[in-house]
């Protein structure tokens, strides 16, 4: 899984696989869900992320691997 944040346009990504996707589906005005061909869900893209969700704190709690920290 990969997070990404782009200020610039206040999207927040989250690629869920390396899956290609195959299709997008609009959920709302500012959020995309891209699913692959077996209509497995692939990323999801919020735009004015800000709007939406608390960008200042991340809790990563039971995550079933270990959490390596890249800054």
Do not use: C, W
């Not at 209509?39 to 709690?61: E, F, M, R």
């Amino acid at each position: 899984m990969k997070i990404q944040y782009f200020p610039a346009t206040d999207t927040l990504s989250i690629e869920l696989s390396d899956s290609p996707a195959a299709d997008t589906r609009l959920i709302t005005d500012n959020i995309t869900l891209d699913l692959d061909a077996q209509g497995q869900p692939v990323a999801l893209d919020i735009d004015q992320a800000s709007k939406y969700i608390n960008l200042t704190t991340l809790d990563l709690s039971k995550i079933p691997f270990p959490v390596h920290q890249t800054i």
